[in-house]
């Protein structure tokens, strides 16, 4: 299996819900990643977990939170979200290069 | 720091004809670099990578790059071009591929024309 698979695909929520994104990989990778992605713009690191423990954090705020519950699987939990948030929200996972997901595009209302 | 310039925004080429992308980058210390391509709607796919050894890297669909270190450049090319590679493509350098950071270019839209 040499893919990662990301859900929903889609997803359209209001400023005051919480919604979590769920990403997951079965390659024996021990990295993970979080990109945030705008039209027409590369992919912005936001979060990356290494061996289960989150190494790096780019000052994303806080109504972003992830969770990496095994070395399988990667969360990312929203709260009070802005229509700014809106973008593509990318998972990937490494062990040489990175591979990435098909994203869950995020709509804010 | 480390930093990744694609020189052009957009490149309009027809099909069948070569196509060279263009990207430069800035770092202190050894480098290692990729190109993906995202076709619209999707997520990115990692075309080729340069992490030690010959200078040529050959990727998939027919892509190749050249890492040359005194020019700090890694171009992308392809011989011939299909419609079917229209899309976006960005070049990334990372200083530790196993677990660290990776730095993309702002990208460079291939548009392929029949």
């Known amino acids: 299996d040499t893919e990662v698979t990301q859900t929903p695909k889609h997803l359209v929520m209001g400023m005051t819900n919480k919604k979590s994104l769920k990403c997951e990989q079965h390659?024996?990778?021990?990295?993970m990643y979080w990109y945030k992605q705008k039209a027409k713009k590369p992919p912005e690191l936001m979060f990356v977990?290494?061996?289960?423990?989150?190494?790096i954090n780019e000052s994303v705020p806080s109504r972003f939170s992830p969770e990496c519950p095994n070395s399988s699987l990667l969360n990312l939990h929203l709260h009070a979200l802005q229509p700014e948030d809106s973008a593509l929200y990318l998972c990937?996972?490494?062990?040489?290069?990175?591979?990435f997901g098909p994203g869950t595009r995020l709509t804010v209302l | 720091a480390q930093s990744v310039t694609q020189l052009d925004s957009q490149v309009p080429v027809f099909e069948e004809a070569p196509v060279e992308l263009r990207c430069n980058y800035s770092s202190s210390v050894s480098v290692y670099l990729f190109w993906y391509v995202q076709y619209p709607n999707q997520g990115l796919q990692l075309l080729l990578k340069?992490?030690?050894?010959?200078?040529l890297v050959k990727g998939i669909n027919g892509f190749e790059a050249e890492f040359n270190k005194s020019q700090t450049s890694f171009h992308l090319r392809k011989p011939s071009v299909h419609i079917s590679d229209t899309a976006e493509y960005f070049c990334a350098v990372s200083d530790a591929p196993h677990t660290g950071k990776l730095i993309f270019g702002q990208g460079t839209t291939l548009q392929v024309k029949p």
């Open positions: 340069y992490l030690s050894g010959s200078t």
């Open positions: 990937a996972s490494s062990q040489g290069e990175q591979f």
């Open positions: 390659m024996g990778h021990r990295a």
């Open positions: 977990y290494s061996y289960e423990k989150l190494s």
